[in-house]
Every structure is written in structure tokens, then in C-alpha cells.
């Protein structure tokens, strides 16, 4: 326990098993950004993975769209230490992205339209825990909060659920994408607090 | 708790308050092996209460210099668990932890030589500041400039200051977007491409581009910054809201 700050007697006292360590709970959705905001046409949109063999699989917006399209509702957590209950989104699962994927690499470095950059493992990318998700709220993703189109890995604290994402680069290690490489930590779990560095 | 290279949580002291604005003060801290800052980073703030429970928030820093002593400034959310208290409650003598510095993209550093547009709305004006004190404690002569959007005159942080630092390689342009002072020759208004164009380095003159405020401010100004030519890479952005 820290030194106890005189006269703060703070606001919540519920203990809420759903929120992790250091978080509170907004209704508002805040931005992160580190820089302006892209505006990507769906008619140029375009998203790719590629493997150490050389291989890229492409989809268009409308290829996308064609896919199997799931309904997720998740909690959100941003290392800012804001945290929102219940969001509902829409998009394909990373589970159908990577059928026909051959890769033997463990790790992602994920591509953002305006150079964005992070890194997830790929485990944490299978087994329904991952989305390329296009709207948010029954309404398409607005492009402040990443639209067209998303990464969302709600386990992990939000700056890895990508804006603006454009493609999936398979790594043979665990290197730092953007965020990681200014302070950030290289997981970011928020049940352990994996904040910084 | 997390461990990492920020370090563990360290107890500072307060040595001032200075009200800021109706909303807002600076606030100074002795912090015993601190270390120093970059221009622009920011730390956590963590409140105890008597019985155990805590609250953190993140919080520009207004000094950037390699001492344990720095100053923060924080605008009381109406809403808000830790800004009110900070804002209203903190005294001189009260004691804070702090954990940092943080943050390793929203910095600039002394040896960086390129000319510098800073853009601050409200609040957002703390780490520009920071970068502003750092340019002229280096002797830097890269060109650096100003512009600060503000609702009204009081609403302005780090006023003195800001008036010591006005110089011809530090040119300030103020914005007034609901009232403005009584001389002023222009209506009050928001930031727009014209005042943009008008007050900004060229991007010809491949500036690094700082821009801090709330979210509607930091996107409504990167945008026109963008179709004013500035390359997306050279604006950085910091930006805060919501909660």
C-alpha cells in the first residue's frame, strides 16, 4: 500500500472482478493516436499476410465481406488505465484469415495504413480471440477509431488492436513494433499490468 | 504490480501550487531520485486512500530538465476521481507518488536541429511547454513556433512564462475560441486552415509538428495540417478526452 494521500477518499469502492488491475471504467470511447488520422477508401483498402516462404494472401474490402462475418462483444482495456464493458462489434475472425496461412513463425508484426506497427504472438491471434473487425456499435468503424477496418485482440491492452490496419507480416521473434519500441511493453497483458517497459 | 525499467513508485513532496486558470493549477514536486526528463514525457500519478484503495492517472510534465525537481499542470475534469484533487485538494507539503518518466514518442530532444511548430489546445499546451523551456535552456536556434487555442484569456496555463519565452526564434500566435480580449482584432473562433496557413512554419520548411489538446482539437488541426502539405509522419500527435 502507498502513502496514503490526505483527504482523497476516491469514488469507487465496488470491487469488479471484470476490470483489471489500475483500470476504471468509462462509457466514453477516448482516441489514442500518435499521429493523424488516415482516411482509407474501401475501394482501396486492401489487407495481406505473408509468410517467411514469400507467399502473401490479398483481400479486398469485398473479399472481406464475402467471409463468414461474426458479432463479437468484449471488454476493452487501453493502457491509458480506461476500460469500457460490453462493446459490440463486427468483423472476421483472424481464425478464417489464416486457413490456407503456412507458416512455421510464432509471432506477428502488424501493419497499419500510416506506418503503424505492432507485434502479437500468433497463438494470440487463434482460437477466436482475434478479429479484423469493420464496425463498432451496429454502425461502420469510424475512421478516428481505426475504420474501415481494425485488429481487435481484446485481451490484450487496446494499442495492439491496430487502427487502420493493412496487413500481417509473420516473424521468426518477438520484435518491437511502434508503440513497443517507445515504452511500451512487448505483451501488454492488462491482468498482469504489462504497461511499460 | 508491474515491475519494469520506469521503476518502482517514488514519493515526492510538493513544494508549490500555483492556480493556472479557474480550472487548473501547476503544481511542483521534489521527487528524490527522479532523475530528469525529455521535453514532452509524462508520468503517473498514484492517490492512497486511508483505506487502501488507489487511483492512477497519467500526466504531462511541464519541466524537462535532469533535476528531481518538475512540475505538472492539471485541469480539473468535472467528472474526474484524481484531477479535482489534484486541483483542488493538494497542498504544499503533501506527499505523491509518482512513477516515470514515460513515454518515448511525444519528445523532443535538444539535439534535434530541424525547425519546431507547436500546437497546444487548452490543457494541451503542458508538454509543449516542456519542450519550449528545453529549447531555450539548450541555446538551440532551431526555429520553434506557438499557437495556443484557448476559450478565453483566463483560460491560458503557463501565461508569464510563455510571455518570457516570446522571441523572434520563438514566435507565439494566441487563439481565442470564445472570447477574446477586448483589443483583439479578430473575432473569436476555432482553429482553421486560413489561421493555419497563416501562423504556421510552411511545410516547405520541414518542421516536426507537435500537436497536444483534447481529441476533437488534436483531429480537427491534423487534418488541415495534412492537407496543408505537412507529411502525416511529421506530425505527432498527443491527445486526450473522454474520461
Known amino acids: 500500500m502507498g502513502i496514503i494521500s490526505r483527504g482523497f477518499s476516491g469514488r469507487s469502492r465496488e470491487h469488479n472482478p471484470d476490470l483489471p488491475p489500475g483500470q476504471f471504467l468509462t462509457t466514453d470511447f477516448p482516441v489514442l493516436s500518435a499521429g493523424p488520422t488516415p482516411r482509407i477508401d474501401t475501394d482501396e483498402w486492401e489487407f495481406t499476410i505473408s509468410t517467411e516462404k514469400g507467399t502473401t494472401h490479398h483481400w479486398t474490402w469485398a473479399e472481406l465481406m464475402a467471409l463468414p462475418i461474426e458479432d463479437i462483444a468484449t471488454d476493452i482495456h487501453c493502457v491509458t488505465r480506461w476500460s469500457k464493458f460490453g462493446t459490440s462489434w463486427r468483423g472476421v475472425s483472424l481464425d478464417t484469415l489464416f486457413k490456407d496461412v503456412d507458416t512455421s513463425y510464432g509471432y506477428t508484426m502488424i501493419h497499419s495504413y500510416g506506418g503503424y506497427t505492432t507485434n502479437v504472438p500468433l497463438a494470440d491471434l487463434m482460437g477466436g480471440k482475434a478479429w479484423i473487425a469493420f464496425e463498432f456499435d451496429g454502425e461502420p468503424l469510424h475512421p478516428e477509431h481505426g475504420g474501415p477496418a481494425r485488429l481487435l485482440v481484446p485481451h490484450l491492452y487496446f494499442w495492439k488492436s491496430a487502427k487502420w490496419v493493412r496487413g500481417i507480416e509473420m516473424h521468426k521473434s518477438d520484435d518491437p513494433g511502434f508503440w513497443e519500441q517507445n515504452g511500451y511493453n512487448i505483451y501488454g497483458d492488462p491482468w498482469k499490468e504489462q504497461r511499460y517497459w | ?40 514525457q509524462h508520468l503517473d500519478v498514484r492517490l492512497t486512500a486511508p483505506d487502501g484503495y488507489q487511483a492512477v492517472r497519467s500526466y504531462s510534465i511541464a519541466s524537462a530538465d ?24 493538494l497542498l504544499p507539503g503533501d506527499q505523491l507518488e509518482v512513477r ?19 500546437i497546444g489546445g487548452g490543457s494541451g ?30 483560460d ?83 491527445r486526450f478526452g473522454g474520461a
Open chain 2, 156 to 238: 491560458v496555463f503557463f501565461k508569464d512564462e510563455l510571455a518570457r519565452l516570446a522571441s523572434p526564434t520563438f514566435e507565439i500566435t494566441w487563439v481565442y475560441t470564445r472570447a477574446a480580449p477586448a483589443d483583439w482584432p479578430t473575432k473569436p473562433g476555432r482553429v482553421s486552415h486560413d489561421i493555419l496557413a497563416a501562423s504556421v512554419i510552411p511545410a516547405g520548411d520541414n518542421p516536426s509538428v507537435f500537436v497536444c489538446g483534447p481529441t476533437g482539437f488534436v483531429e480537427s488541426v491534423a487534418d488541415l495540417l495534412v492537407a496543408l502539405g505537412h507529411p502525416a509522419a511529421s506530425v505527432k500527435t498527443e
Open chain 2, 66 to 89: 535532469a533535476t528531481d525537481h518538475l512540475e505538472l499542470a492539471v485541469d480539473r475534469l468535472p467528472d474526474g476521481e484524481v484531477s479535482p484533487y489534484l486541483v483542488d485538494d
Open chain 2, 1 to 40: 504490480m508491474s515491475v519494469d525499467s520506469v521503476g518502482t513508485w517514488k514519493v515526492g513532496t510538493v513544494t508549490a501550487v500555483r492556480s493556472e486558470t479557474p480550472t487548473g493549477r501547476s503544481i511542483e514536486i521534489d521527487v528524490p531520485g527522479w532523475g530528469g526528463n525529455l521535453a514532452g
Open chain 2, 125 to 154: 499546451i503542458v508538454p509543449l511547454v516542456a519542450i519550449a523551456r528545453a529549447h531555450a535552456a539548450s541555446g538551440s536556434t532551431a526555429p520553434f513556433r506557438l499557437l495556443y487555442s484557448v476559450r478565453t484569456p483566463e
Open chain 2, 100 to 118: 516515470g518518466p514515460l513515454g518515448g514518442w511525444f519528445v523532443w530532444r535538444p539535439e534535434q536541429t530541424e525547425p519546431v511548430q507547436l
